[in-house]
């Protein structure tokens, strides 16, 4: 984290100076706002904090609840949402108050027992992330976005006790299309009402959004037509892997789930309950906490269960379930109108929590939204960028309701033993996936926002598409031993990492000091095309360096002078452009196949997605790259 830029700044550097604060949430309502963000949850959050640190943009957050949640709900953390919260730095906070996942065990019928230990396999493969597989309660994962909103330059919280009754879309209109009409929820103000205009409105409200139902939008797909618990509880237990991640199959009872829970003591099971029928709703049969737990007692015997304390329950069934599109752009009109009214999280796609990835998604939903949103509402980017979202989030989701529905049979399954390998079926299912369990499969398509394959060559552990898989590095400037994509800070800017080939030292003349000479002083360069004047030249584009030698051999005041700017008010020299190999740890071109002979550019978007890999020549490539995206200033 950098601070003291703008001069000295005393206290938490977290609480930013407090500029453009346009209300102060206690004041009336306001008749016009640049995004509307309807429900608090993971996915509402997660936008609302990006868009919280631009103080140009008024955003206003409403859900229907009368304060921040504070139990229940889901509770698994993937890697690939743990590289995200290092992007908004509370990743270590995470780590330090969640259980880490490092093993899951698998327990099964045996002969001549009722229960036994079939299998133990590493919850998250070696190499894959710097990030553990982590859980926690959700409704601190919300803290922790809301602290970022109240630390913002705007100061944004959510107004509760407001929900999204009714929207409408003029296409005509220039500014603040969406008409809205909000409800109050709260008791003695229910049924008031009160109307709006936004620019553009996020669905985050859940399964039953008012939001999609005002653009026409439904829920596609299908029930297991299976009712299922879950309870966090307190519990008194003789079952060897309660602080484990563990998968029971009964003989005769069903199946459970156990997740441990932060604090040493609490523990989430998922309990599998009643077949439902075709029209059944899990509601009707009237079960509650204690047949959830009357249920987890017979099929974990002959181990004892003892509940002391009930902390949330809830039962609910199975759907795996799908929108048309994520946003309000009726098919065929892309081409004459851009999105105004856009959804994510359950709004847009449902599944089981057994994956454990529907509040993973949902955040991985409005980090790809966010930081368009910011590049339209800035004016650094024309309003079309937001048809990539639908594009690119709809994709990733449908992957993942697919993936949902396969793994929900094979979780329910009967059958136990492989074929071959001996593993119960759910654990070699359970070793197979674990990538996407962790998050690390979705892959954007080529598109103006990911490029071609040409040159992946350069880089072939970076993928076109996939997050930028981070690797240890040495900081030149103070030798610090970090990691390269914790630098990709979520504040809607572009990373461009040039690493440089055997031999070139920084020196001028060099193939990095030829791109950074390109880069400041080219017409064509997207940093002159694409930063206005005044500002700073990372302002859009963070341009960074890797050498291959180690840093006693480098010299900071020789690197090009774009690698060592001049920043804020004072002029101050930035001295965090400049990595080089960690020869202690892991060699960042060995581990990402980086190609020594002639290094390459790596483009990293906002999201931590890579966009490009290009020679270090490339320059007219880059170029294009870029304005396919941006307006030229």
Partial sequence: MQYHQNGFHPGDPDVKPASAIWRDGAGALPDTVDVLIAGSGPAGLCLGAQLASVPGIRTMLVEPKLGPMEKGQADGISVRSMEMFQAFGFAEKVQREAVWINETTFWTPGEGVALHRAARVQDVPE??????????????????????????PTRTLPDYGLRVADLTVDPAAADYPVQVTLEHTAP??????????????????????????????????????????????????????????????????????????????LVRLYVEL?????????????????????????????????????????????????????????????????????????????????A?????????????????????????????????????????????VDFDHKWARVVGARADQGPSDGLPRVAREFVNNLPFTCGLTIQYEPSALTGPA??????????????????????????????????????????????????D??????????LCDWLSGDAASPIRRHTRPGEDVDALIDVRAVFQPGFR?????????????????????????????????????????????????????????????????????????????????
Avoid at 281 to 297: C, F, T, V
Avoid at 628 to 633: A, H, N, R
């Fill in 127 to 152: 190499g894959i992330s710097e990030q553990p597989h982590v859980l926690i309660n959700q409704a601190r994962v919300h803290d922790m976005f809301l602290d970022i909103m109240r630390n913002a």
């Fill in 188 to 265: 003695g103000r229910e049924g008031q009402t009160h109307a709006l205009r936004a620019r553009y409105v996020v669905g985050c409200d859940g399964a039953r959004s008012a939001v999609r139902k005002a653009i026409g939008g439904a829920l596609h797909g299908d029930a297991a037509h299976q009712a299922w618990g879950v309870i966090d509880l307190l519990a008194v237990t003789d079952f060897p892997d309660w602080r484990m991640k563990s998968f029971v199959r009964s003989a005769d009872e069903g199946i459970l789930m156990v997740l441990p829970r932060e604090g040493g003591h």
């Fill in 274 to 354: 009643d077949a439902l029928g075709e029209d059944e709703r899990a509601a009707d049969r009237g079960m509650g906490a204690e047949d959830i737990i009357a249920k987890a007692q017979r099929i974990f015997a002959p181990f004892t269960l003892e509940a002391r304390e009930v902390v949330w329950w809830s039962i609910y069934e199975i759907g795996h379930r799908l929108t048309d599109t994520f946003d309000d752009v009726p098919a065929g009109q892309a081409a004459s109108r851009t999105p105004r009214v856009m959804l994510a999280g359950d709004a847009c796609h449902t599944h089981s929590p057994k």
């Fill in 356 to 400: 454990g990835q529907g509040m993973n998604v949902s955040m991985g939903d409005t980090f790809n939204l966010g930081w368009k949103l910011i590049s339209v509402l800035t004016g650094r980017a024309a309003p079309s960028l937001l048809h990539s979202y639908t594009a690119e989030r709809r994709a990733a989701a449908k992957g993942l």
């Fill in 454 to 503: 040409t040159h992946q060559h350069l880089a072939t552990g970076f993928d076109l598409g996939k997050r930028f898989h981070s690797a240890p590095v040495i900081r030149l400037a103070d030798a610090k031993p970090m990691h390269l994509g914790h630098v990709v800070d979520a504040d809607a800017r572009f990373r461009l990492f040039a690493f440089a080939p055997e031999g």
């Fill in 505 to 514: 030292h920084g020196q001028p003349g060099g193939a990095v000091a030829r």
């Fill in 553 to 633: 051999e480098l010299d900071y005041a020789g690197m090009p002078a774009l690698l060592r700017p001049a920043t804020g008010r004072y002029g101050l020299t930035d001295y965090e452009k400049v990595f080089c190999t960690d020869h202690r740890r892991e060699d960042i071109f060995a581990a990402r196949g980086i190609d020594r002979t002639r290094g390459c550019m790596v483009v990293v978007r906002p999201d931590q997605y890579v966009g490009h890999v290009l020679p270090l020549e490339a320059t007219s490539e880059l170029s294009a790259y870029f304005a396919g995206i941006f307006l030229p200033v």
